[in-house]
Each structure stands twice: as C-alpha cells, then as structure tokens.
C-alpha cells in the first residue's frame, strides 16, 4: 500500500468490526494481513477506540500493578535493607508518599554520579521515533544503566522490594537537576497511544504502569510534584519519594503530574519507570 491514510471510513470499519465483537488486537492483525503499516494501523485504533484500544501486554507482563504493601498500614515498610516509612497514601488515584527512601549520603552519591553526565533533558518527540529537548521540561538530566554500579543496584533492589515489581521491569534510574525557574509541565508518565512512535516504545516491556520519583535534595523554595487534577503538592525532601500507578494510558487515571518551577536554590531527583513487563 503506498500513502496510508486514516480515513473516517477505515474510523467506522474499526467502530464496526468492534461493535460485532472482534478484539483490538484482532482488528490489528486484519489490518497487518492486508498491507496496513503496523504504526498506522495501533495509530487509527487507538483514535478510534481510545483508552479499549489497549492491547494485550507483552508476553511475560507482570498481572496487576506495583503496590507497597500497606494493608497493615504500618508506620513503615519493609524494602529489604532499610525501613521506608509511610507518610502519606490515597487511594484513588494510587499516590504514596515516602520518606527515608534513600539515606543523605546515597543522594548525595548518586547526584555525585550523575552530576557529571548531566545534560539538557529530553523527551519522547512528537514526530518521529526519536527524542528532542522540550520546552515543557527545562532541567537537565541523565540516565543510569540498570544495575550501572553497587550503589544503583542496591537503590534498585530496595524499590523493587518497596513496590513489589520485579528489577528487570523498570528503566534505567534518570536523574534530572532543577535550576531556579526550571519546571516540568503536567503530563502522563504513560506512553499516548495515539503518538505515532508508542508502538516502537511499547516493545521494550509494554507500559508504563508506575512511577517512582526520589528527591535526592530539598529546595530552598519551589519545585513540588504537583498533581493538578486531584489538588495535591508534594513539598521535595531529601530522602523522601512519591509513587502513583496507572492501571492504563489514559487521563481517567488522574495521574496527570508535573514539577512545579523552582524558585530558588536546585532541586535534584531521581525517577524510576516500571513496566509492564521487562525492559529490554
Ligand atoms: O521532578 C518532579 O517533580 C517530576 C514531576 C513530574 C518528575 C517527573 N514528572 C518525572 O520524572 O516523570
Ligand atoms: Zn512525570
């Protein structure tokens, strides 16, 4: 097939294949035996379908989402080599708020790593395949490998062990510097279904499903994790983390996020992904 359009008669073909009960990722396959580009084809799904369009996870995906164990209500959880306490947990969306995640000296170990590997960040482009600076997020920042060194490993092992999801689901710890007026603007940690480079994205362990934000630093003023559509700030204190999961890629979730500008001093964390399944 040369110029792949979507048509709103190719929209209505998707709406009735659905309403006669074939699945989103049989529609998909129909659409691949015929000549669809795979991108085009996960692209008109999802604007057709939206949030039903998300397809089965990757083989292997992990059932369910990464959850601390909080049934108790303790004043801490156990994350292997250190108590973590709870300082804060909503329910609905999932938002958990911990401190003593990390000690001072591991912030201050893992900012020294980073620091020198820090560059302007990047975001998921809105184009193509790649990634491009983004005014929507102006700090700089850096990824780790996974397990990159001693220090990353055990920091990886604890959340894993805090969030109940196995190491091999999460991305590389990013650690992203704040200066004065630096901000990240509300958006979802998810990938958008609709973006033409997600199906690409989703091959190295599916989702997004939560996320895990360290504040390797406190602020002098500035910077809270804000979540607009539920009114919540979260004020950044060295040690402390926030967690929230999504059950999939869409606003109901109600985890729309961002950091807010920093008004004076820098504001250092460290973001944790996890996903579906494992990330390759
Ligand atoms: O630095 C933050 O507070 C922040 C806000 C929104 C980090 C992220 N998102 C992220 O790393 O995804
Ligand atoms: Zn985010």
């Known amino acids: 097939m040369s110029q792949q359009v979507i048509t709103p008669e190719l929209c209505e073909w998707i709406t009735e294949q659905t309403a006669a009960g074939h699945s989103a990722e049989s529609i998909l396959g129909a659409m691949l035996g015929s000549g669809w580009d795979e991108s085009i084809a996960r692209l008109a799904l ?11 996870p990757p083989p292997g995906a992990t059932p369910g989402l990464p959850e601390p164990e909080l049934t108790r209500f303790a004043p801490v959880v156990d994350a292997g080599d250190r108590q973590v306490k709870v300082l804060m947990a909503l329910r609905q969306p999932r938002v958990v708020l911990f401190g003593d995640v990390l000690s001072n000296e591991e912030c201050d170990e893992v900012m020294a790593l980073a620091g020198k590997r820090l560059a302007r960040s990047e975001t998921v482009a809105t184009g193509g395949d790649g990634s491009e600076v983004n005014a929507a997020r102006t700090s700089d920042g850096m990824f780790f490998e996974r397990c990159e060194t001693e220090l990353i490993r055990r920091v990886e092992t604890r959340i894993a062990t805090l969030l109940r999801w ?6 590389g710890l990013q650690v992203l510097r704040y200066r004065p007026g630096a901000e990240y603007q509300p958006h979802y940690d998810y990938f958008e279904p609709s973006h033409v480079s997600t199906p690409n994205i989703l091959k190295r362990g599916g989702q997004r499903v939560g996320t895990l934000v360290i504040y390797l630093n406190t602020p002098t003023a500035g910077g809270s994790t804000i979540f607009p559509d539920i009114g919540l700030d979260v004020a950044p204190v060295k040690g402390n983390a926030v967690f929230f999961s999504y059950d999939r890629p869409h606003p109901s979730t109600q985890t729309l996020h961002g950091g807010a500008p920093v008004i004076e001093g820098e504001k250092w964390v460290a973001t944790k992904w996890l996903r579906q399944g494992v990330f390759t």
Do not use: F
């Open 46 to 56: 999802a604007r057709t379908l939206g949030q039903s369009a998300t397809l089965t």
């Open 166 to 171: 196995p190491l091999d689901h999460g991305e």
